[in-house]
Every structure is written in C-alpha cells, then in structure tokens.
C-alpha cells in the first residue's frame, strides 16, 4: 500500500495520520483543537484483524472511548 507522508494528511481536527507497512496499523494524531476537549493531542489507532479475507478494526488510543469511531 502506498501512502503520502503522515503530515500531508491534515485537517481541523487530524495533525496527521501514519500507517505501519509491517503490521497494518493506522495512528491518526489528533490536533490540539479547543473544540476537542479531552481528546485534544490524543492518538487513535485502527488495528487490523484479518478474519479469514474480510477485515475487523479494532480501535484503541489516547483517545477517550466516548469520542472515538463506532463499531
């Protein structure tokens, strides 16, 4: 897979977004936006599970649980 430097990957609320070749990992930073409260600077990261051909996410970090994506 081929992706831009972490730091091209920027908006309101992401700094920046890394992907591990080796292990399928993706860490967003988060920037340090007022309106993000407690999760202002936090990380999360996407961990892949391959479940026989289909992906599951699981999705852990800095992050406080109540901001970050649902299943």
Do not use: C, F
Not at 15 to 44: F, H, M, P, R, W
Not at 45 to 70: A, F, Q
Request: no cysteine; hydrophobic share 30%; charged share 20%.
């Amino acid at each position: 897979m081929s992706l831009s430097n972490a730091a091209s990957y920027k908006g309101k609320y992401v700094s920046s977004v890394g992907y591990a070749t080796t292990s399928g990992l993706i860490t967003v930073q988060l920037t340090n936006a007022k309106e993000l409260g407690t999760a202002a600077g936090d990380t999360v990261i996407y961990s892949p599970i391959d479940r026989g051909g289909t992906l599951e996410w699981i999705v852990k970090g800095s992050t406080p649980t109540k901001y970050r994506p649902k299943k």
